[in-house]
């Protein structure tokens, strides 16, 4: 809330446009060693959440010959 200006006796018309800006957090954690890796995305569905788990892969050292134990 904040004040403006109007005329005495008159209400004041203030034009507000709310705009929320979301922000999603996927969190994987190593059991044994408690490593974590955290990402930020701005949406939830299955494109986001592929990319997620491609760079999830790349910054763990994930490939089909090593895996994420």
């Known amino acids: ?3 403006v200006w109007a005329k005495i ?3 004041p018309i203030a034009v ?3 705009s929320y800006e979301w922000l999603y957090v996927y969190g994987f954690v ?6 974590t890796f955290w990402y ?3 949406r939830v ?7 997620v788990y491609q ?3 790349q ?3 994930i490939s089909k010959k090593k895996r994420f134990c």
Request: net charge positive; aromatic share 6%; proline share 10%.
């Open 45 to 51: 569905n299955t494109k986001w959440l592929n990319l």
């Open 59 to 61: 910054d763990a050292g």
């Open 40 to 42: 930020l995305i701005p």
């Open 30 to 35: 190593k059991p044994k060693t408690g490593e």
């Open 55 to 57: 760079q999830f892969a």
């Open 1 to 3: 809330m904040r004040k």
């Open 16 to 18: 507000v446009k709310p």
């Open 9 to 11: 006796g008159k209400r």
